[in-house]
């Protein structure tokens, strides 16, 4: 007993030490699990208040911006109301059933807290499960894709940005339609990096690329970026700069969209796998 | 003693508001992130008890990540920084030894004292914050390309913050 004492005392603080860095240890493996982010939005949710007031503040300095961006969203949307009218005229076709054909649902949001300084950064913006968000949703900004929902509490969503190392996305170029994936390799906020596009391909800088709609999370067709540089990767691939759409430092409006066929979608997939 | 307290209090959440509000938003082409909190760590008391240097480095740690939203991360990176801080300051102790009372800052001990104590610190934080962060080892001298650079811009503002003191 006596022995022990000593002991204790002699290194009593090597055992602080190792019993708090088994804390943070605990804290850092199960916090920032890609799957297990509830901790994270716990964590979130002390700090959330103060964030929201700051980003109140700061996000007066860029409305004009906003504003054009919105003008310029708001007319390309009418474009496209107008091309669906004539469309669905010229077939005589007149089912008034909204639900059937709407595959998804968007959802408008801000993001209140963003990071782009990290290895795998996330944001979260200001809705929730009770307005309808749920986690592996897809987030876009008006120019192209932002991230996927990892976490949701009541009024709150983390989603995983596009600029983590863990994101994953199925891409393709829009010209030919050869689809790679797309992820990012933590340099730059700008780019990331399309790999898997055989070198028999013919790609050219300044190549627009899409989602593939593949993985049902995000829809097909929605913006990625342009081809900013290519080089040939080992003997079969190439390995594609591409220069984000979407600038991250100034993510502000987002949407947020659910498959509603998703499900379904997935349960087939799963009968022939 | 409650002055100080007060005194280290006041540092604390200074330096908390500035990592916070100036210093996590700073991004220089994603390679550079200055950490300046960790001044609070090296400025308290030389004669501070290790165990209450372990337990004011948690605290300090914990609440940065609460605001970064990185659970673990900077907690265990400022504990270990908080570890090594006695055994930094016995390896460079000048060689009369340290003066009983004054805190370990540059007008006491001198400007190349203060730079290699820090540094040595500073770097041993940086290091295990940023190879926690991504948590692999492949990219390895890309992540140590992020730890100098980090360092090097986390020393400017911690010289900057020190010679404004001394000035005063």
Not at chain 1, 104 to 113: C, G, M, R
Not at chain 1, 127 to 144: L, N
């Amino acid at each position: 007993m006596r022995n022990l004492l000593n002991f204790l005392a002699r290194y009593n603080n090597l055992i602080i030490f190792l019993f708090l860095e088994g804390i943070a240890f605990y804290l850092l493996t199960t916090g920032n699990n890609y799957h297990n982010s509830r901790l994270l939005n716990s964590v979130r949710g002390m700090t959330r208040g103060i964030e929201a007031r700051i980003y109140n503040t700061t996000s007066y300095l860029s409305l004009h911006e906003i504003n054009e961006n919105l003008a310029a969203e708001n007319v390309a949307l009418k474009n496209s109301i107008g091309k669906l009218v004539r469309k669905e005229n010229s077939l005589f076709l007149n089912v008034n059933d909204s639900v059937n054909k709407q595959q998804y649902l968007h959802t408008s949001a801000e993001v209140i807290e963003n990071s782009i300084n990290r290895q795998k950064n996330f944001f979260t913006i200001n809705k929730g499960e009770s307005q309808g968000i749920k986690v592996d949703m897809a987030v876009i900004s008006a120019s192209g894709v932002a991230g996927v929902i990892v976490g949701c509490s009541k009024n709150y969503s983390v989603a995983m940005s596009v600029l983590n190392l863990d994101f994953k996305l199925s891409a393709r170029i829009k010209s030919n339609g050869y689809y790679g994936s797309l992820n990012w390799d933590g340099r730059d906020y700008r780019y990331a990096i399309l790999s898997e596009i055989p070198q028999h391909v013919i790609v050219n800088v300044g190549d627009t690329i899409e989602a593939t709609g593949y993985s049902a999370i995000f829809p097909e067709g929605v913006m990625v970026g342009t081809v900013r540089d290519y080089e040939k990767f080992g003997g079969d691939f190439y390995k594609i700069s591409i220069l984000l759409m979407t600038d991250f430092k100034k993510l502000h409006f987002v949407d947020v969209i659910g498959n509603m066929k998703k499900t379904e979608q997935l349960e087939l997939e799963k009968l022939f796998k | 003693m409650i002055n100080s307290i007060l005194r280290f209090g006041l540092i604390f959440i200074l330096l908390i508001l500035l990592q916070v509000l100036l210093f996590n938003n700073i991004q220089f082409s994603g390679y550079v992130n200055p950490y300046v909190y960790i001044l609070f760590i090296l400025l308290l008391p030389i004669e501070i008890p290790a165990w209450l240097l372990l337990l004011l480095s948690f605290a300090t740690g914990l609440i940065i990540d609460f605001f970064s939203g990185s659970p673990g991360m900077h907690t265990f990176a400022t504990v270990f920084a908080g570890f090594v801080r006695p055994y930094v300051l016995r390896i460079i102790s000048p060689s009369d030894g340290y003066e009983s009372g004054p805190d370990p800052s540059m007008l006491v001990y001198g400007f190349r004292w203060f730079l290699s104590y820090t540094l040595l610190i500073v770097l041993v934080h940086h290091t295990t914050l940023f190879y926690l962060e991504v948590f692999r080892f492949t990219d390895f001298f890309r992540t140590l390309l992020r730890v100098l650079l980090s360092t090097l811009f986390s020393m400017t503002f911690i010289l900057l913050i020190e010679f404004y003191r001394r000035g005063k």
